[in-house]
């Protein structure tokens, strides 16, 4: 009988931290039950907000629910309310908006996923905990009162993915 080759995937419970460092376990913050309670928002990057707006509505029968201007953002958004989640429009209101250069590299498209979470800090710390890179380090406000942090979307498969707590 020879020796049985070791299966590297079975090694799963060592994970690594973004320094190197050991993990024991994956950190759930304390959290109980999923992080990730519901998807809030799907965003889309457009050009121009009045015409993607006549788009949906004409395409989808889909009417805005709400609208704002997030200056520190450099965004108008317009949420399209389906079911209990929306569609976000978002339109760059200046040339140094991470939108207007989103879309001057990459076009009109996809531009991030919100998932709503119970608790925004926490859900952070989870996900910082097991080695993901973050673009805000601390929970900031967002849109609709709501308060939300970004995860970089080369951490997690190439989507930029926003943590939304209302
Ligand atoms: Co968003």
Known sequence: MGVQAK?????????????????????????????????????????????????????????????ETVESDGVEEALLKVAESYIQLLAPTNDDSPVAKYLAKKGPGLHHIGYRVADCAAALEAVKAQ????????????????????????????????????
Not at 10 to 29: F, M, V, W
Not at 44 to 63: C, K, N, Q, S, W
Not at 133 to 162: M, N, W, Y
């Open 131 to 166: 080695g993901h890179r973050v673009i805000d380090e601390k929970p900031r406000p967002g849109s609709r009162g709501t308060t939300v942090a970004f995860i970089h979307p080369k951490s997690l498969h190439g989507v930029l993915i926003e943590l939304v707590q209302e």
């Open 7 to 67: 299966n590297p995937f079975e090694n799963d419970d060592i994970r690594e931290d973004a320094d190197g460092q050991p993990l024991d376990e994956a950190y759930d913050g304390g959290l109980e039950g999923p992080i990730l309670t519901e998807i809030d928002h799907v965003a889309i990057a457009v050009t121009d907000l009045d015409a993607a707006i006549d788009d949906y509505r004409e395409t989808f029968g889909a009417t805005v629910d709400h609208r």
